[in-house]
């Protein structure tokens, strides 16, 4: 007998990748419903080859569903995961809303698969940022072989990690360039199009960005928290897949030609790090790919045991999509819930 999956912003581009994601994995599903706001209820989705129906979220029962899979914001999140939860069904939610909470799991299932064990104290699971994400799978192994004491990273992310507006947006700037259009900015502070913007989310007190305080806060909860890290996250006029310069501090020595090794063998990673042009990987190239690319790797004579790497992402999939749906595996992998609705 197979589950029952509900899809909560099935009409966003996230929702959309995690009905995607979910058909090509052969996720064990017997029923897969799609959910979105009541002004969304009836547009069409893709499942596979087959079309489903958007229902409202607000007169949907969650009682007879196993999991529900969120990606509708953060305020929705709030509202809506405590009622879901409750009603027996496990939420995964890829919103901040649950992710800072000690008694929520938040899980990379690569770097921290255990975690998942404490689920049922709120029956909510949380999916990292995006940018996250993607960084932590290219760290578990070095860390694991030679300790990290600190992260400098600097990010590239693309405009879909700010939703279908910002995509729109980086399309009718860049076409207002090429006519001489007259060029508005809506969903970012400053033109999007052939430019890059060191600010994602609101700011805080201390000058960061809450994008950066997340990648800060949330690689201590998935990794170790005892890591000291420091972020510059910049959106760049690219529609899908994140990059990030890191440069980690290490406790013990670690070559490049190791460290090289040992990612090669690392789950969820592909390295391409040749020392010749086009040796390494870029974000058209991971787009619609579900692996986490490292290139670049090379040594840093600048601290005692220092390395820096090159690290790329489609953020839809891996940076959220199909980390939630991996989520899912593990849950059903691991025996921790079982179908609600018997077989006849």
Same mark, same amino acid.
């Given at each position: 007998?197979?589950?029952?999956?509900?899809?909560?912003?099935?009409?966003?581009?996230?929702?959309?990748?995690?009905?995607?994601?979910?058909?090509?994995?052969?996720?064990?599903?017997?029923?897969?419903?799609?959910?979105?706001?009541?002004?969304?209820?009836?547009?069409?989705?893709?499942?596979?080859?087959?079309?489903?129906?958007?229902?409202?979220?607000?007169?949907?029962?969650?009682?007879?569903?196993?999991?529900?899979?969120?990606?509708?914001?953060?305020?929705?999140?709030?509202?809506?995961?405590?009622?879901?939860?409750?009603?027996?069904?496990?939420?995964?939610?890829?919103?901040?809303?649950?992710? @800072?909470?000690?008694?929520?799991?938040?899980?990379?299932?690569e770097v921290n698969a255990d975690a998942i064990a404490g689920?049922?104290?709120?029956?909510?699971?949380?999916?990292?940022?995006?940018?996250?994400?993607q960084m932590v799978v290219a760290l578990k192994p070095i860390?694991?072989?030679?300790?990290?004491?600190?992260?400098?990273?600097?990010?590239?992310?693309?405009?879909?990690?700010?939703?279908?507006?910002?995509?729109?947006?980086?399309?009718?700037?860049?076409?207002?360039?090429?006519?001489s259009d007259s060029i508005e900015n809506k969903r970012f502070?400053?033109?999007?199009?052939?430019?890059?913007?060191?600010?994602?989310?609101?700011?805080?007190?201390?000058?960061?960005?809450?994008?950066?305080?997340?990648?800060?806060?949330?690689?201590?909860?998935?990794?170790?928290?005892?890591?000291?890290?420091?972020?510059?996250?910049?959106?760049?006029?690219?529609?899908?897949?994140?990059?990030?310069?890191?440069?980690?501090?290490?406790?013990?020595?670690?070559?490049?030609?190791?460290?090289?090794?040992?990612?090669?063998?690392?789950?969820?990673?592909?390295?391409?790090?040749?020392?010749?042009?086009?040796?390494?990987?870029?974000?058209?190239?991971?787009?619609?790919?579900?692996?986490? @690319?490292?290139?670049?790797?090379?040594?840093?004579?600048?601290?005692?045991?220092?390395?820096?790497?090159?690290?790329?992402?489609?953020?839809?999939?891996?940076?959220?999509?199909?980390?939630?749906?991996?989520?899912?595996?593990?849950?059903?992998?691991?025996?921790?819930?079982?179908?609600?609705?018997?077989?006849?």
């Open positions: 007998m197979g589950y029952k999956i509900a899809v909560v912003g099935a009409t966003g581009n996230v929702g959309r990748e995690m009905l995607g994601v979910l058909d090509e994995r052969g996720f064990p599903a017997d029923e897969v419903v799609a959910l979105a706001s009541r002004r969304s209820q009836g547009t069409e989705v893709s499942y596979g080859d087959r079309t489903l129906k958007v229902r409202s979220l607000d007169t949907y029962d969650f009682s007879d569903t196993d999991i529900a899979l969120l990606s509708a914001g953060g305020t929705i999140a709030k509202e809506w995961g405590p009622k879901i939860a409750a009603q027996g069904c496990v939420v995964i939610d890829n919103s901040s809303a649950f992710r @800072y909470e000690s008694d929520v799991p938040l899980i990379v299932p689920f049922r104290k709120r029956n909510i699971i949380a999916n990292p940022n995006c940018s996250t994400a860390h694991d072989a030679a300790g990290i004491k600190r992260i400098v990273v600097a990010t590239y992310q693309s405009v879909s990690g700010a939703g279908k507006d910002a995509m729109d947006e980086l399309f009718s700037q860049t076409r207002a360039v090429f006519v502070t400053k033109r999007i199009a052939f430019n890059v913007i060191p600010h994602i989310d609101v700011f805080m007190e201390d000058g960061q960005t809450k994008e950066e305080w997340k990648m800060t806060a949330e690689t201590k909860k998935i990794l170790d928290p005892k890591i000291k890290v420091t972020a510059t996250c910049v959106r760049v006029p690219v529609f899908i897949g994140h990059s990030e310069a890191i440069n980690i501090e290490l406790e013990r020595p670690l070559s490049a030609a190791k460290a090289r090794s040992i990612l090669r063998e690392a789950p969820g990673v592909l390295v391409v790090d040749k020392h010749e042009d086009g040796g390494y990987v870029t974000p058209i190239e991971v787009a619609g790919e579900d692996a986490t @690319y490292v290139s670049r790797i090379r040594e840093d004579s600048t601290v005692e045991n220092g390395l820096s790497i090159w690290v790329v992402a489609d953020n839809l999939r891996k940076g959220a999509a199909l980390n939630a749906v991996q989520i899912a595996e593990l849950l059903v992998n691991r025996k921790l819930i079982q179908p609600k609705r018997k077989a006849a």
